[in-house]
């Protein structure tokens, strides 16, 4: 009994160390979609460093892609790889202007995409609390309620965020909302709830030079924690 006693953490480690250290071809893939990254000069358009400073409006035209320091903690898993092989714009007007058009995106081989995904992936904010949103199946009809309030009431997210809304009439969705911020027509399938969170408490971390609101100060309404994270679920709820 004694010698289990001593055996049993010691395995138990080492299960622990297969089962959380990356694989070889884990590795090899991440590798590769750094070296992606570099030799298609993606660089030339989203930088990887942050939290950023803010710039003068005048320099802002020179901006051609999102910052992509925190695309881990952003995006849902997966759906990097999807977008890179099959890209579609977010907004209704050119990156960092009121211009409507867009910036062609290039599109990557599914391989490839994977790949640059895999690396993309791993670029997060450390400082980024995980786990608040709950993970609800459905969300709760109350906290959906509160959301709907704040969001087409007393902050009118939708003149700058399109969404989809349905119709129960004809049974039917409708677009409505701006196109000078990224839509929210699937915003479930691509934004990590908690990020939402960390974005509506702190947008000018992520984007020092949009045009958030950054809630609590005077000229806006003060949100609270339940606030956030109905929001937050709201937003993901868009399919």
Same mark, same amino acid.
């Given at each position: ?15 622990? $160390?297969?089962?959380? %250290? ?11 979609? @750094?070296? /992606?990254?570099? !030799?298609? !000069? ?31 903690? *952003? ?19 050119? #990156?960092?202007?009121? @211009? ?7 599109? /990557?081989?599914? !391989?490839? %995409?994977? &790949?640059? %995904? ?5 670029? *997060? ?12 199946? @459905? ?30 009439? #004809? ?9 000078? %911020?990224?839509? $929210? &027509? ?15 408490? *702190? ?5 020092? !030079?949009?045009?958030?609101?950054? #809630?609590?100060? *005077? ?6 924690? @339940? ?6 679920? #709201? ?5």
């Amino acid at each position: 009994m004694i010698r289990i006693k001593k055996t049993l953490p010691l395995a138990f480690a080492g299960i622990c $160390f297969l089962l959380l %250290a990356p694989t070889a071809s884990q590795g090899a893939e991440f590798d590769e979609g @750094k070296a /992606l990254f570099q !030799n298609n !000069n993606c660089g030339s358009c989203h930088t990887r460093k942050g939290p950023e400073n803010r710039i003068p409006p005048p320099a802002r035209h020179g901006i051609k892609g999102p910052t992509l320091w925190y695309a881990g903690s *952003k995006f849902r898993p997966g759906f990097l790889a999807q977008w890179l092989s099959k890209p579609e714009p977010f907004r209704g007007v050119i #990156y960092g202007a009121m @211009k409507r058009g867009k910036y062609p995106h290039p599109v /990557l081989a599914e !391989n490839d %995409a994977a &790949k640059v %995904a895999a690396y993309l992936e791993s670029l *997060k904010d450390p400082q980024m609390p995980v786990g608040v949103v709950p993970r609800w199946k @459905k969300v709760p009809r109350k906290v959906l309620r509160r959301a709907r309030i704040l969001f087409q009431k007393k902050q009118p997210c939708y003149s700058c965020h399109m969404v989809a809304i349905r119709k129960t009439v #004809y049974r039917t969705r409708i677009e409505v909302g701006g196109h000078s %911020a990224p839509h $929210f &027509k699937d915003a479930g399938r691509r934004l990590n709830p908690d990020f939402i969170v960390a974005f509506l408490k *702190k947008p000018a971390r992520y984007n020092p !030079n949009g045009r958030m609101p950054v #809630y609590g100060d *005077k000229p806006f309404t003060r949100l609270s924690e @339940k606030d956030f994270i109905a929001l937050a679920a #709201y937003i993901a709820s868009f399919k």
